[in-house]
């Protein structure tokens, strides 16, 4: 192959997924063996969430994977810049072309319209989405809603006939009828692009040959070959990496399992044994072979050997690669200089002493008084959850309720309000009943240290994998229960805005 170029485009909007390091890993690789050019950019089209502190960490957590780019917003290169934010108007000159071709519409829908619609399709058992009510609008009638001031989004039409078919370089021939593909949104009220017209546009300018991305955009990949045809640009070789699957069967998740790369880097993973892992995930070595170097991949890959079906996450197979990791790559005498980097180092160290000065008897108290921060996976037993009129149902809710109002703030003050806040909406006590419930889940014990300021030291990764992993000793909580928890959660905070605002 010559001049290839591929790109990871993750979007700045939470921690670094595992995901995004198993799709940009595999980028990487394919760029490398074919001597070719990797490109990382910026998806941030997302002003609400997207924030620099996440675009950050993104760089923090591929560098920490030992994976590389040769092209991006930190770096530059000849096809930026590399971040949407800073690419608005190029996407409003091409939404325009496609008006004027004929290939997209003004839709002014208003919220209570699309509420109407999807009332209404629920009802009668229809696909769920936008029923195309603005699409035939003729330029006049256009013209007299725009001079009403009348908000409006700019989207695809996408043809009502016939199919779509491409060949996926993984999948092969996958075919697509036009009638389940909705018109999708292109340009937002706002003025800011989606997705798939910043994608496609930025793919085209940036010369990008192969388009390697999750399996979950599959779905997507016709509205984008409408789009190059639509636009007249070459289109890219597809080509959709297998899904990685939780212990459910179904895509990993971060509201059930511990998904990001800072975990894996706090819990003292090594970074070429999650590499190695994440290699086995959507690959297979032609020699079976399973523990091996980076460089041997890249040297010796074949796309063909990609696999297509899910790939399950096996922690524990991850734990045997890591084992193996430290067993045949760090000698003996450099093994307590690593451990300390991992989390002894001197600054760590310092937030447990004001943690552990007043409640030791002796010097060999704190092993047994701060063992926790130092382990993984903490020996959870029935009885530590029994308390007195709560069943485990309720202390299912509890943590649930608490990862929600947490979200991305996991500071001493955060914690200590969502534990009020929790034991409020839920009518419990709070020391009785919240207080042990978070000692047995951060701990693994009824007590111990300052519990607020330990979980803050402790940080949100490991935390919230303590959090995940409670649920699932306790029984877990199906994906129909926590949808209706969320929706109870939202409600509530919007009963809690409107009484502030009352009073």
């Known amino acids: ?112 319209e699309l509420l109407e619609m999807r009332e209404l399709a629920k009802k009668m058992g229809h696909r769920i989405g936008y029923d195309r009510r603005y699409r035939s609008l003729s330029k006049e009638e256009v013209a007299e809603k725009e001079a009403k001031g009348e908000p409006y989004v700019i989207r695809l039409k996408i043809p009502l006939q016939g199919e779509c078919v491409f060949e996926d370089a993984i999948k092969g021939r996958i075919t697509t009828p036009w009638q389940d593909i909705d018109d999708q949104i292109l340009i937002k009220s706002d003025g800011f692009p989606t997705y798939h017209l910043a994608n ?151 937030k447990l002493m004001s943690l552990a000065h007043t409640r030791m008897k002796t010097f060999s108290d704190f092993i047994p008084l701060c063992d926790f921060f130092f382990a993984d996976r903490l020996d959870l037993t029935e009885s530590l959850f029994t308390i007195k009129g709560v069943d485990q149902d309720t202390i299912k809710q509890v943590l649930q309720y608490l990862l929600f109002f947490l979200q991305e703030d996991w500071s001493k003050e955060n914690i200590e309000k969502a534990s009020h806040e929790v034991a409020k909406r839920c009518n419990l006590h709070h020391k009785k009943i919240i207080i042990p419930i978070l000692f047995a889940t951060i701990m693994g014990k009824r007590k111990g240290p300052p519990l607020f300021a330990s979980v803050a030291i402790l940080g949100k990764e490991r935390a919230r994998a303590r959090f995940l992993r409670a649920i699932q000793f306790l029984g877990g909580i199906s994906n129909k229960k926590l949808l209706s928890m969320k929706k109870f959660w939202e409600s509530e905070e919007i009963l809690a805005l409107d009484s502030n605002k009352k009073s």
């Open 200 to 350: 496609v546009v930025d793919d085209h300018l940036m010369k990008i040959t192969h388009v390697i991305r999750g399996d979950e955009w599959i779905s997507s990949t016709a509205k984008h070959i409408f789009l190059y045809e639509a636009f007249g640009f070459s289109k890219p070789t597809f080509m959709h990496m297998p899904l990685l699957l939780g212990d459910d069967g179904k895509k990993l998740s971060k509201r059930k399992n511990p998904t990001s790369v800072f975990y894996f880097q706090k819990s003292g993973y090594l970074p070429e044994a999650l590499v190695n892992f994440l290699t086995l995930m959507g690959y297979s070595m032609e020699d079976a072979e399973e523990i091996y170097p980076l460089e041997k991949i890249i040297s010796t890959f074949d796309p063909t050997r990609i696999g297509k079906s899910g790939a399950f996450f096996d922690q524990k197979k991850l734990d045997w690669i890591n084992q193996k990791y430290i067993i045949e790559t760090i000698e003996e005498k450099d093994l307590w200089k690593r451990i300390q980097e991992w989390s002894f180092q001197e600054e760590f160290m310092q």
């Open 1 to 112: 192959m010559e001049n290839v170029r591929v790109r990871i485009a993750p979007s700045p909007s939470g921690d670094p997924h595992v995901g995004t390091a198993f799709i940009a890993l595999f980028n990487m690789i394919f760029a490398r063996h074919f001597k070719g050019t990797f490109v990382l950019r910026i998806e941030d089209t997302d002003q609400s969430r997207s924030t620099k502190e996440f675009e950050e960490n993104i760089y923090k957590a591929l560098k920490w994977c030992n994976i590389t780019w040769d092209e991006g917003p930190d770096i530059g290169g000849p096809y930026g810049p590399y971040r949407q934010s800073e690419r608005f108007s190029i996407y409003q000159e091409y939404a325009q072309m496609l008006l004027d071709k004929g290939y997209a519409y003004k839709c002014f829908a208003t919220a209570e």
